[in-house]
């Protein structure tokens, strides 16, 4: 028998760690013939901790939401060939809640993740690991490989969706001594984590996908641009390109070739704004991170001002698999102008969070509630926020878009690198377009004006509405900054930066007039325009409220009605969530 | 100057490379958890990058920090679902745990430093709080005291 332990950063958040110790004690103290593995992120994040057991006649089946408690009957069971299945949620072999949510799915750039041990080399290497380097450097002209790439149709996927093998033409093209590849690592859009999931579930794919591109345009050194706030991929990262070096897939003479090649590893030090190719540069070459007018491109000029190639983590990781199995094999999934597949973090108000994989096309709609499996506590669908801070919200009546780059832009938001968070009515979609204003309000690096100066204007008028001292006029004011901002700003933070302001207006402007002119947020977020008071109907004065309350603003006897005094209540919503009689209200 | 064998060590490491200015403050800072006026001074002065230079790198990205910081550093996630999850409840309970205003940071005894971060994502667990490289999710008012406490 086998067990896989699911022990990516968000198991580790929720109890991975433990489960896998007391597994361990369990199988040493009786003795049991198990082999007990470790893995990343499976993808289920809502259903963590999680561990996959595949019995000794065969069957395999994905445990969640374990505790201590489970383990030994769930143990016992499978060793009896007969797996106890209250807590399974996943089974090609049993009926299982979650069989659909995987069914749906197509799984290329994590192929491995959540599978395979990240950390060892041989277990990559037994599922096709570098053969597709092999098979480049033995088989491959740089020309046959550019030829392939694009053929396949793949497109950056850290978000603006330029061709992969047509950027790889470019720096191919372009003669020098010395060129660079980098993958960018720097995921910084909130509610976006697809780039740590493969980074930290299968580190060698992005590597692999470094190697061929390295050799394509002729780069014998890479670099890795890893965000500081994932320490777990970078110690993956790490390991994995010392692994690789050692076995010689990294260094100098790969597979007998002339083909050499030299990687590190750069930490971020925090700035959103590296996301931006040239910033990023910068900040390799030890500078603030400001992004540089292009043209010229880094093809042409790079690092250092050599001609430089760089993608996303995601574009990398689906460069083995499109080598492997060639390009008509991908182009069977996804759309004509969008091939293949794509990944997805979906997150927020959504049953089942975590990390996806579906073809190019797919409907929003059936992203949300095929895969994910609907929305939590059952509560309205309100908005999907596609693109982080670049991107917008989409409500209900487009949910039918497919998720191309295209479509997805002309609904005003953009697909991004693939954050999608999902908003039921509890959100606040001013409240929304604030908080992703004062993130790339705090992000700008300063440099273009309107970014600098416009995005501020834009938080304090879109502060002024949420404490309910807007007036009508703001909303075209917000308009006509916004259009300014794009229209002068040099680089994608700047020029994107609007986008959540203006999907709000365009989609949500009942919202906007509901703040301004009635003074009320109907989500029941916007501290300043609301109140939380008690039904007298309902409180049976359990005490509970305010024991909560922070502020000793509620006060009452045991048995008795309590009341809220508005004087002293600060609005945290302790007393909302407290009350199990449905007693306290936001009005 | 104190660590100074540590200091020379890692001005040695990087002297004369290309892009060190931020693998060198990295470094630099992990000894003291900050980076003082003193050490950026000397630095420069051994290695020729421009005080000015190494300043405006430090004050440009979030991870430098210019005064000393707690033994633990706590950092709120404010990403896109810990927001929708309530993340500055969380944030605010956080700080009348400890005792902090909105214009502190630091606790008076040195234990704790607070921060808000982008996006940790572990986006399924909102809201999350990482302390030093451990992350906490799911957390609630509650929730957060318990977890401040086991820390030493």
């Not at chain 1, 070739?257 to 990687?263: E, P, R, T, W």
């Not at chain 1, 998720?403 to 997805?408: K, L, M, S």
């Not at chain 1, 029941?524 to 325009?529: D, E």
């Not at chain 2, 956080?94 to 902090?100: E, V």
């Amino acid at each position: 028998m086998e067990i896989k332990v699911g022990l990516a950063s968000c198991g580790l958040a929720a109890g991975a760690g433990a489960i896998y110790d007391g597994i361990k004690d369990y199988i040493s103290s009786k003795g049991l013939d198990i082999e007990l593995k470790k893995t990343a992120c499976i993808g289920m994040c809502f259903a963590e901790p999680i561990i996959e057991i595949t019995t000794d006649d065969g069957k395999n089946i994905t445990y969640g939401r374990l505790t201590d408690a489970d383990i030994a009957p769930i143990i016992d069971s499978c060793l009896q060939n007969n797996p106890l299945l209250e807590k399974a949620i996943l089974s090609p072999d049993y009926d299982c809640p979650e069989n659909d949510n995987k069914a749906s799915q197509t799984r290329i750039v994590l192929r491995n993740a959540g599978r395979i041990d990240p950390e060892s080399i041989d277990e990559y290497l037994e599922n096709d690991g570098y053969k597709s380097l092999e098979k480049v450097l033995k088989e491959m002209t740089p020309e046959e490989v550019i030829k392939e790439i694009k053929d396949s149709g793949l497109r950056g996927r850290g978000g603006a969706g330029f061709s992969t093998g047509l950027k790889w033409q470019f720096a191919w093209q372009n003669e020098s001594d010395k060129k660079y590849v980098i993958c960018n690592a720097d995921e910084g859009d909130p509610g976006a984590f697809m780039d740590k999931g493969i980074l930290e579930g299968d580190p060698h794919s992005v590597i692999e996908g470094m190697l061929i591109c390295a050799y394509t345009i002729g780069a014998d050194e890479g670099y890795v641009y890893c965000r500081a706030e994932y320490p777990l991929a970078v110690r993956h990262l790490k390991k994995a390109i010392a692994d690789a070096t050692e076995r010689g897939y990294i260094g100098d003479n790969i597979f007998g070739s002339d083909f050499c090649f030299d990687l590190h590893i750069k930490e971020g030090a925090g700035a959103f704004v590296c996301g931006e190719e040239t910033a990023l540069i910068g900040s390799i070459e030890g500078k603030r991170g400001m992004p540089n007018l292009r043209p010229p491109f880094p093809a042409k000029s790079g690092l250092w001002g050599k001609p430089t190639n760089n993608n996303n983590v995601e574009t990398y990781g689906n460069i083995p698999w499109i080598i492997l199995h060639g390009a008509s094999e991908y182009r069977k999934y996804g759309t004509e102008t969008c091939a293949g597949t794509k990944a997805f973090a979906l997150a927020g108000k959504i049953r089942n969070s975590g990390l996806i994989e579906v073809p190019m096309g797919t409907p929003l709609r059936k992203v949300i509630y095929g895969v994910g499996g609907g929305m939590k506590f059952d509560k309205p669908f309100k908005a999907v926020q596609l693109g982080g801070p670049s991107g917008g919200c989409i409500p209900e009546h487009l949910l039918d878009t497919p998720v191309e780059y295209e479509t997805i832009l002309k609904t005003g938001a953009i697909m991004g690198s693939g954050g999608m968070v999902v908003m039921d009515s509890d959100t606040c979609m001013i409240d929304i377009a604030r908080f992703f204003l004062n993130f790339t309000q705090n992000e700008s690096c300063g440099k273009c004006t309107f970014c600098r100066i416009g995005t501020k204007r834009m938080l304090e008028i879109l502060n002024r509405i949420t404490r309910g001292e807007g007036v009508l006029e703001d909303i075209d004011t917000l308009d006509k900054l916004a259009h300014q901002i794009i229209d002068t700003s040099l680089c994608g933070l700047g020029k994107s930066a609007p986008n959540p302001v203006l999907t709000t207006i365009k989609y949500f402007r009942e919202e906007y007039i509901a703040h301004i002119v009635d003074k009320k947020c109907p989500a029941g977020v916007c501290t300043a325009l609301l109140k939380y008071t008690i039904d007298a109907g309902k409180c049976v004065g359990c005490t509970a409220c305010a024991r909560k309350c922070p502020a000793d603003a509620i006060t009452g006897k045991v048995k008795q009605v309590h009341v809220i005094d508005q004087d002293k209540c600060i609005k945290c919503g302790a007393c909302y969530e407290a009350c199990r009689f449905d007693a306290v209200v936001k009005v | 100057m104190e660590n100074k064998n540590e200091i020379d060590a890692i001005i040695t490491k990087y002297k004369g490379k290309k892009g060190a200015t931020i693998p060198l403050l990295q470094d630099l800072q992990s000894i003291e958890g900050f980076l003082s006026r003193e050490i950026m001074q000397y630095a420069s002065d051994q290695t020729g990058i421009k005080i000015a230079d190494m300043y405006g790198v430090a004050t440009f990205y979030s991870m430098f920090r210019l005064k000393p910081q707690g033994r633990h550093i706590i950092k709120v996630c404010k990403g896109t679902a810990c927001h929708v999850s309530g993340a500055e409840t969380i944030f605010h309970a956080i700080q009348s745990h400890l005792g902090l205003t909105d214009l502190e940071d630091t606790t008076d005894d040195g234990k704790y430093t607070v921060m808000e971060v982008a996006c940790l994502g572990c986006c399924s667990l909102a809201p999350v709080m990482m302390i030093d490289e451990e992350t906490h999710g799911k957390l609630t008012p509650d929730s957060v005291g318990k977890i401040l406490d086991r820390y030493e």
